[in-house]
């Protein structure tokens, strides 16, 4: 059995986290980089969406200067950096949290960023490359469903069209 891509580990554990390390960026000298642990879930595409409510200091800072790192590393799997610019999102949850995608467009995978994963790589790695029983979560995600888990928040916010990644066995080419 040959070893497993960085990018498909990295994919798996991302989509494994409920939570997260999220670090923002003030637009200025003046104040200091906030880091906020964040609900986590993972976008199709490889992107993650987080909740923040919008009065926090991070969200103010990701509005100034929409640029975040995002660390996962979810019990079992790889620590997982991504690093990126990060959208808000129209919807709120039920707590009055804002929604934010953070693209990945840099990837580091291990507890010291010690494997660089190619964005363009993680990006159409299949998370499942065995289709949906490679990843067996330890809990059911929010929404979960009889024909398998969903990726929560991140399924209401789906991906542009053609940007779709095939990540069952009979979507592979």
Known sequence: MGSVDPAVLARI???RARVAALLTYPDGLSAAPRLTTVTVSAGDDGSAVVLLRPDSPAAQ??????????????????????YGVTRRLPD???????????????????????????ACAYATACRAPLGREAVVLPFPRPGASEDGPTTGLAARYPDPPGRRIPCTPDEHP
Not at 61 to 68: D, E, G, I, T, V
Not at 92 to 118: K, N, T
């Open 61 to 82: 800072q990701l509005l100034a200067r929409p640029f975040a790192v995002l660390q996962v590393a979810p019990q079992g799997c790889a620590r997982v950096s991504l």
């Open 92 to 118: 709120r949850d039920g707590s009055g949290r804002v929604a934010y995608r953070v693209e990945a467009a840099a990837v580091r995978l291990g507890d010291h960023g010690e494997i660089s994963v190619e």
């Open 13 to 15: 554990s991302l989509a």
